[in-house]
């Protein structure tokens, strides 16, 4: 926890969608899995144009059609799918806590506001569940820590990060 706490905004939220991509495929057969692609396409595209209100990004997380991420992660069934699907929801959550923050925001929803260290650990100790294969987590921390250091208010490269990921994994 302490490295990630050591990295600028951006490459938290980098970090966090990055590990989600490599578990999202977990959830290919479940019926929201467009949902979450699509929802990680959005995160993505605020992360880099910051274009996209929190308020529509949190409508992937939860929303009154129940076509959401919190919908689709408690009707799961299946507990390596429900994992992958906390994952997904954590990184959305934590991502709509930065797009609420950047917006000045004062009053979040009530799952927003609960968005804190506990968030992020949950999600890490989610995705090596999934992903036990390789210390991947652990190396892009490093790498991120490195390259994008907390107090940097240098832009996320992230093409160089995902090529990065590409020569961890591969």
Same mark, same amino acid.
């Given at each position: 926890?302490?490295?990630?706490?050591?990295? *600028? %905004? +951006? =490459?938290?939220?980098? &970090? @966090?969608? !990055?590990?989600?991509?490599?578990?999202? #495929?977990?959830?290919?057969?479940? $019926?929201?899995?467009?949902?979450?692609?699509?929802?990680?396409?959005?995160?993505?595209?605020?992360?880099?144009?910051? *274009? %996209? +209100? =929190?308020?529509?990004? &949190? @409508?992937? !997380?939860?929303?009154?059609?129940?076509? #959401?991420?919190?919908?689709?992660? $408690?009707?799961?069934?299946?507990?390596?799918?429900?994992?992958?699907?906390?994952?997904?929801?954590?990184?959305?959550?934590? %991502?709509?806590?930065?797009?609420?923050?950047?917006?000045?925001?004062?009053?979040?929803?009530?799952?927003?506001?609960?968005?804190?260290?506990?968030?992020?650990?949950?999600?890490?100790?989610?995705?090596?569940?999934?992903?036990?294969?390789?210390?991947?987590?652990?190396?892009?921390?490093?790498?991120?820590?490195?390259?994008?250091?907390?107090?940097?208010?240098?832009?996320?490269?992230?093409?160089?990060?995902?090529?990065?990921?590409?020569?961890?994994?591969?």
């Amino acid at each position: 926890m302490k490295k990630f706490d050591n990295l *600028n %905004i +951006d =490459a938290k939220m980098v &970090y @966090l969608l !990055l590990l989600t991509e490599l578990v999202i #495929d977990k959830t290919s057969q479940s $019926e929201g899995y467009e949902i979450a692609l699509e929802s990680l396409n959005k995160a993505w595209d605020w992360i880099k144009y910051k *274009n %996209i +209100d =929190a308020y529509s990004l &949190y @409508l992937y !997380l939860e929303n009154m059609d129940e076509k #959401d991420i919190m919908t689709y992660m $408690e009707l799961e069934e299946d507990p390596d799918l429900e994992t992958a699907w906390i994952c997904i929801g954590n990184a959305l959550a934590y %991502i709509i806590r930065e797009a609420y923050l950047y917006e000045k925001e004062k009053y979040l929803p009530q799952t927003i506001e609960s968005v804190d260290d506990e968030t992020v650990e949950s999600f890490i100790a989610n995705f090596k569940k999934i992903y036990n294969h390789c210390d991947v987590a652990n190396q892009l921390l490093d790498y991120l820590e490195h390259n994008y250091p907390k107090n940097s208010t240098k832009k996320v490269d992230i093409d160089s990060v995902k090529a990065f990921i590409k020569d961890v994994i591969h």
